[in-house]
């Protein structure tokens, strides 16, 4: 168990929706990743929080946004759903940022855009 | 081009065989990071190891043991005597940039499949 709690485990929904992914990272990780892993485009980086700011964006669409509560908690937002969007989204968090950080990945959330 | 490659997209091997997966990274950066991760059917991502640029050493921890070459810019990853809950996707990634330009590159990963 990485101590990275991510909700909902599975997800089912339509086209045109809006859904949110909430994860909790370790107890005293500051900062949090989203990664979107699917069969053709591998493991993609996001987004990156650190204590509640954006740090970094990788191949994040503009339907989708993020953000880091006080809590350190986070909820990636995706909206307008397309089929190509069914994929497993990780959660992963680090105690602080930069190069070289191990990261700690959770379960991840499976998403189906129906 | 691809930071990092792992050019085997699929191994299976037999039990108690040893394996090697292949790791080729590409980064203009002195100072670096290179890790590799293990996904296993469950789906969690399992951090294994990280290796920093100036450490060349090759490590070991039981039944893993990991070779860098920055001659050859790989980092591959052999585990010996395998066994059927090594069956999984491996993955490597890369760690580079500073100032806030910090980038972790994963590769596509190697599955690798262990016969009973």
Known sequence: DSGVTQTPKHLITATGQRVTLRCSPRSGDLSVYWYQQSLDQGLQFLIQYYNGEERAKGNILERFSAQQFPDLHSELNLSSLELGDSALYFCASSEFWGRGEKLFFGSGTQLSVL | ?116
């Open chain 2, 1 to 116: 081009a691809q930071k990092v490659t792992q050019a085997q997209t699929e191994i299976s091997v037999v039990e108690k065989e040893d394996v090697t997966l292949d790791c080729v990274y590409e980064t203009r950066d002195t100072t670096y990071y290179l890790f590799w991760y293990k996904q296993p059917p469950s789906g969690e991502l399992v951090f294994l190891i990280r290796r920093n640029s100036f450490d060349e050493q090759n490590e070991i921890s039981g039944r893993y043991s990991w070779n860098f070459q920055k001659s050859t810019s790989s980092f591959n990853f052999t585990i010996t005597a395998s066994q059927v809950v090594d069956s999984a996707v491996y993955f490597c990634a890369l760690s580079e940039g500073s100032g806030g330009n910090e980038k972790l590159t994963f590769g596509t990963g190697t599955r690798l499949t262990i016969i009973p």
